[in-house]
């Protein structure tokens, strides 16, 4: 397994200026980050895997080392199947530790080699989160601050409310 | 800067089977660990500094990439010292990821390539601390289940009260 | 915008006597309250909004400078709508923190002269929250003591079980 | 009321080695000790309340004073009914704590006999489960390591995913 | 060792009306309490040890099956030499959650018999410290509605600041 | 007492942009803003109180309705003094939060008309802290990030270390 290679893992549902600067923060610490964004069948998402892929890939067009994909199931399965070690995760507040510790030391104890490495939201970034940006688009507010520039206009129209009839 | 090397600071005042557990992981990700024992001559330790470091250098005997230094002033000092830029620290609780996270966020932004990736402590880790090491020892508890092996004794016996004249 | 008028949102699913004291205290504090009923089509609350607005209004009849409002969509729109600049909430736990002061993060962000003014709960009514009352109602238990003694009856009978068929 | 005999309420869904633990820690404080599994009739659980009875007996075969349960509706209504005052409970994250401490603020109140007394997990157990292990054996993963060894077999097959057509 | 005997250690540095609450509530659910007062050479109290037990004397005076006592150095060599298993400590917030639990872990390592449970604190009661008690009283504050009411006054009195030459 | 003026107090030690954002944020909400310095005299701080008002008032200078003010003691004493009832404080994390609604709740049993009203610190102030600045000066790390521009170059000298002999 190599420790040069980084998986962050999530739903990226759509990728948020928080995930990129993770993303950036990765790509300086290891020789290649894959994006794997997760599908999960039992919830449906705003956007479809694909569609969400593709954002993150045109936000990250800057970005040399990075990849993307996507996996069902189980993370560690997803991490030997890449012969990969590293997860990386944001953490953004004390609520978000709680959860992704426990997740961490399930991956721990059932792929004793795999290990999640945590990074630090920087401090302006804590509030933002893809389920933020659903609401705050949905009702027709601003949601350029909140995702990366290149793909701003594209998720506010796909998240903008259908004028009914 | 490599991101190849690790520091991994802190007081280890004295160091517990809960840091060794994590210095251990740490040498699988990191070509080379630094341990790295923090001197703050506002607070005086249980310990010196150089007692610190020989029973770090004993309960890491085992481990093949791990280097014991220590340090006084701003971490990210040290960090360019040692054209570092990797800082891995450790989280057991909530209240731990908030003190944990101010001072990522603070040495990012002083030193912006210097990254704090956490590794969360395994469960069976998360309660145990130098302070209660020390404090069990002081009242003559049994610190053995709380610190490697090899320095078990040594630490009791450090710790463990002198009888008054 | 006027900084002499607040207003107070919320989902009031039903109104508890936490939420009537955080209106009394704030009608001292501003000369107009305005207490505002959001509806979020995405999620069918327990009452209509218009009864939620008719049980609100017999709570506080004896407060002479609140009114009710209900509307839809983001905070800062019904805000700008209303020339009003500030929001104000309860803080009850730890966990209600964390979700307010993102909220509340964004709202300044959205509309930088729109403030969130929090409250912290009185002791005796940090347990209380309106799903705890509709549980304890569904099940049959005296939700008396959560709520305004003017309603207690009428949210009793409201809440209670219909027998099957 | 006898303070002799206590109630740990739960789903149980299913049950884990955290709460086996905890049952097995009680039934030496207590003389009898009840376990009763809460029907939820909103919330469809993963397995039938008569399958976590019979998981729950499995897993308890060797502890003496325990006996198992259901219930519907208020936790108060059944203490009352067995004329019981003692309800355990398991506390393992401060996330637990708040919701914890609510219900057993609500049920001091509503019944003012019954007392909710709390048990730290064991730190080995602070991460685990009945959800997590779900999710573990919904993907196939290894489920063994979080539910006592008698029933690990049988809960691995219930939850594995059954072939499509 | 007796699980009908519980042990309710502490500083009481003074005793609280939180304090008394739960020695009432935990002398109706054990048939002996012991209040223990921990005398902590390292940390200076603002009462005495002596004054401290006066104090819970005469709080409890209306309370039949409580005793009060003092120790110094582990609890659960306190625990073993009174042949108690029993611990009781209060809980009034997510953060004293996290100290009580590793204390109760660490105890429970330590002395394998030796459990603790935890009651929380009544919802008006949760804000309520010696510490805030000292402060308020140091400062010439009204200390009454926070101490028993038949030490009210005596407690205020030596709190209260001598004047100066 | 008037709902107009609102008192800020805090230890100021020295003032950081977090603070000052607070109050230019206040004064846009009160018609008069008091920044009332804590003078503790059980707890030595960096700065003379004199000092911590001479750079509070150098670093609000653009602010026209705020003025300065220490004091000893009870914050609600204080505040009858000023004949005010609102009190402004900021809130970062979770943790300031259980420290500052329990000190709300003290002071609104203390003088009922007195209340406090909390703002959420700006995200990218959420881990600036006047401890933290002391630190970072004290160190010779740059503290011009983290405090008012006009006062930066004063603060930093003064926290530096003077040469020994």
């Known amino acids: 397994m190599s420790e040069k290679l980084c998986v962050f893992p999530g739903s990226f549902d759509p990728v948020t200026i928080g995930h990129l600067d993770l993303i950036e923060r990765a790509s300086r610490l290891y020789d290649e980050v894959v994006v794997a964004v997760l599908h999960n069948p039992a919830k449906q998402g705003r956007f479809t895997v694909e569609k969400r892929m593709e954002l993150l890939a045109k936000a990250c067009a800057h970005v040399p080392n990075v990849s993307f994909d996507h996996f069902e199931g189980l993370l560690v399965d997803y991490m030997n199947a890449r012969n990969a070690r590293v997860v990386l995760r944001g953490l953004r507040t004390a609520r978000d530790f709680e959860t992704e510790c426990q997740m961490a030391q399930f991956n721990l104890q059932m792929a004793p080699g795999v290990e999640t490495l945590f990074l630090a ?19 027709g507010g601003d949601v350029s601050p909140y995702v990366p520039a290149s793909i701003a206009q594209e998720v506010a129209r796909l998240l903008k409310p259908q004028p009914k009839r």
């Open 121 to 139: 939201a920087k401090p302006e970034h804590t509030h933002i989160s893809s389920s933020a940006v659903r609401e705050i688009g949905m009702f």
